[in-house]
């Protein structure tokens, strides 16, 4: 087993090669190769279309008392893949290609062919040549004219390509670009002036809307009040109550005054008697205040059930306003 892997073998001293005896192989014999199918062809027993590339196991063989320059040409066996039928081509090393032979018909080739006419055509101008001195002279003069028409058509795509690499691309794209940015730019500020001049309008219909009559004239936008902040209004509520509490006090009259309301309430202390008035009734004057007692007692007459707080109130006020006045 370690000679398996060992790369020089042992020969004995008595060693002959010629004695080894040589194999009489068949000159035309076949082996087994994997290869891929050269053309398109079809068929012929079942009409199976094999395309280009389709691998197979096929039988090769050297076709005898053929050779091209001293190249041996070989012939390959394969079966088709339907009807198993043998289709057989081989080596063509004059034209770089393959030849079929049996079994299948090959496909149209548009290019093959064209080279070939143009082959066909190249060989016939030189057989005309051959044996007409007048033939190669026209064939000359057309060969130069079509040179001329060749070289005066790649003058003008030089020139052409010449005046194309003079332009500036690069400047001719910036170019666009700053005009399209200026375009867009006019029409945002026209899309502005159109959208305040809406906004005007608007503002001065609402005006007119809610003006309280049609002969007031509209206000300007210059003579509209303008708007403070928006914490202005804290500084506002005060004043609003202020205001509200001297409407009360005009109407009603103080609550939370001491001055005006302290006199409604007397406490009770000795009173000083003093010489009655000429009408008969006894006048005493409180210590507190110089309000007299007859005074205070028409003050304090029995309150109506149904008189409210508000009414009495605004008679003691009466009351207290036509004593000072007295």
């Known amino acids: 087993m370690s000679e398996r892997k060992v790369l020089n073998k042992y020969y004995p001293p008595d060693f002959d090669p010629s004695k080894i005896p040589k194999l009489k192989l068949p000159k035309d014999r076949q082996y087994v190769v994997r290869l891929m199918a050269p053309f398109n062809m079809r068929c ?8 280009k590339g389709k691998k197979f196991n096929a039988r090769k063989e050297t076709v005898q008392n053929e050779l091209y320059l001293g190249l041996p040409i070989f012939r390959f066996y394969i079966k088709c893949t339907r009807c198993l039928a043998e289709i057989t081509f081989k080596t063509d090393p004059e034209n770089t290609d ?49 040179e001329m028409e060749v070289l005066e058509n790649l003058q003008e795509l030089k020139e052409l390509n010449q005046r194309q690499a003079n332009v500036d691309f690069e400047a001719m794209l ?49 003579q509209l009040p ?10 506002e509520v005060p004043q609003l109550k202020k205001q509200k509490l001297e409407s009360w006090e005009r109407s009603v009259g103080a609550l939370g005054s001491k001055s005006k309301l302290a006199g409604l309430v007397v406490a009770k202390k000795a009173a000083a008697q003093r010489p009655s008035s000429s009408n008969g009734h006894i006048v005493v004057a409180s210590s507190s205040t110089g309000v007299p007692q007859s005074l205070k007692e028409t003050s304090s007459s029995p309150r109506t059930p149904n008189a409210s707080s508000l009414s009495q109130l605004g008679a003691y006020s009466d009351s207290e306003d036509s004593s000072n006045s007295s």
């Open 44 to 51: 012929k027993t079942c009409g199976e279309y094999i395309y």
């Open 98 to 146: 393959y030849t079929m032979e049996h079994g299948a018909t090959r496909n149209f080739q548009a290019e093959k062919l064209l080279e070939e006419e143009e082959k066909r055509v190249q060989k016939e101008r030189e057989d005309e040549e051959l044996n007409n001195p007048m033939k190669v002279l026209e064939n000359r003069t057309k060969d130069s004219k079509l």
């Open 226 to 235: 303008t708007r403070g902040a928006p914490t202005a209004i804290l500084e």
């Open 174 to 222: 910036q170019q666009h670009r700053v005009s399209e940015e200026e375009k867009r730019q006019r029409e945002q500020e026209e899309d502005q002036r159109e959208m305040e001049a809406m906004m005007e309008q608007a503002r001065r219909r609402r005006l007119i809307e809610d003006s309280d009559s049609d002969e007031e004239p509209a206000l300007t936008p210059s």
